[in-house]
């Protein structure tokens, strides 16, 4: 017989185990239900494996991240001006998901550059220009009441970048037929001559010649270096000549335009008369010099070569003229010579050199004096004019020394009117 406390104490046993395996179970399920949780969550732990829901994202971010690049769209370049030039660059990036096939604009970066060629770029770029603001020019008539012998289509204008006074020669129109005796001769052969007065420099400013025309058209630019302050005061002179081969080139006229009554900040265009400034031939004619000094030897000379149109003063229609040359070193004649006589004629040609040895140091105080002289078998000749030729004297007589000095070796020849 089973002792009665038996059953009681098997009863507990049982009780126990049963609660044992109880919370074992718990436990287990417990922990199964953790490990569910955190993979589902998505956190990481040391030594766990990644869900592959958690690789397929982070191969696909490792995949943009690399195919992340820009790409140069192509620029569009405006042009600002011809001494410089400014292009604008657009550039964007654009960045497709290779899952979706969508584009991803948040990846998209714009950018306006802006680049200028150093290489073109010039220095004085955003100034000012006026040629790029162009103005109509204004138009000027300059007219006379007296006789008219042609006009001139002049355009003026100071540069102030080259403090320049410009004048652009453009045309003349109706100029006076040529005066020349050729049969075959009816209009001139003009050219013009531009000065300003005061002179600003020793250059002489000439067109060219145009051929047997009484309309010539030049477009020739002639410059004067002055500042603009002075032009105020000056006179620009265009004279006016007929070109001739054989002889003295005949002046037509001349037109002077006062600039202190000419704004000349802004391009001028002026229509003006040919006007008659000037004694056409001297009363009693001309003669034809040529100068010439050679260093080296120390020696003037003196070559008579023609006259024109000489008026004798006697009641005889001959003209026996020859030409005296005497040479004054500071008021007195040191030396005489003279040409051959031309018989009968009013325009002589001799072509004779008349040599003088002259030292250097005394060049200054020389005075060529030319006598013009009717040869008069009885007497010693009868006197028609002369002009004297010196550093001092004023007019072109002094002017053809001064071009002998400056262009030494070279001979200089000029027409000097003659008076008694």
């Not at 185990?17 to 953790?34: K, P, Y």
């Not at 045309?171 to 013009?192: H, K, M, N, T, W």
């Not at 000056?234 to 704004?263: C, I, P, Q």
Request: charged share 25%; hydrophobic share 35%; glycine share 4%.
């Amino acid at each position: 017989m089973l002792h009665p406390a038996v059953p009681a104490v098997i009863c507990a046993v049982v009780t126990v185990g049963i609660l044992i395996t109880s919370l074992l179970l718990c436990r287990h399920l417990r922990r199964r239900r953790h490990q569910m949780c955190i993979g589902n969550c998505g956190y990481d732990a040391i030594g766990d494996c990644k869900p592959p829901s958690l690789v397929s994202v982070s191969s696909v971010s490792q995949d943009v991240q690399i195919t992340k690049e820009h790409q140069r769209v192509q620029p569009r370049s405006t042009s600002i001006s011809s001494r410089g030039s400014i292009s604008t660059v657009s550039r964007a990036s654009i960045r497709s998901d290779p899952l979706t096939g969508t584009e991803d604009t948040s990846s998209i970066s714009a950018r306006s550059d802006t680049s200028v060629d150093s290489y073109v770029f010039d220095p004085s770029f955003g100034a000012i220009r006026p040629d790029l603001y162009p103005r109509k020019d204004a138009v000027l008539q300059q007219s006379s009441l007296d006789r008219c012998y042609g006009r001139l289509h002049i355009r003026l204008k100071y540069d102030f970048r080259t403090s320049d006074l410009v004048a652009h020669l453009i045309e003349a129109q109706d100029l006076p037929p040529s005066e020349r005796v050729e049969a075959d001769v009816s209009a001139g052969d003009p050219y013009i001559r531009v000065s300003l007065e005061p002179t600003v420099d020793e250059r002489v400013r000439q067109s060219s010649v145009k051929r047997k025309t009484a309309n010539p058209f030049y477009n020739e630019y002639f410059k004067f270096p002055t500042t603009y302050d002075d032009i105020k005061e000056s006179t620009l002179v265009f004279s006016v000549f007929d070109y001739d081969k054989f002889s003295r080139h005949k002046h037509v006229g001349e037109v002077r335009v006062d600039l202190s009554r000419v704004e000349t900040s802004n391009s001028v265009e002026m229509w003006c008369d040919v006007q008659k400034q000037q004694p056409e031939v001297a009363e009693i004619g001309e003669i034809l010099l040529s100068l010439s000094y050679l260093p080296t030897a120390e020696r003037l000379t003196v070559v008579v070569m023609k006259a024109k149109e000489l008026r004798v003063p006697t009641t005889t229609t001959s003209s026996d003229p020859f030409v005296r040359i005497t040479l004054v070193v500071e008021g007195k004649k040191v030396k005489r010579k003279k040409t051959s006589v031309k018989k009968g004629t009013h325009n002589p040609v001799w072509n004779e050199a008349l040599s003088f040895n002259i030292p250097a140091e005394l060049l200054p105080k020389i005075v060529l004096e030319c006598h013009v002289v009717h040869n008069d078998l009885i007497g010693h000749g009868e006197f028609v004019g002369s002009c004297a030729i010196g550093p001092a004297r004023p007019g072109g007589e002094g002017k053809h020394w001064n071009d002998m000095m400056q262009n030494q070796r070279k001979s200089m020849a000029m027409w000097h009117p003659l008076h008694r």
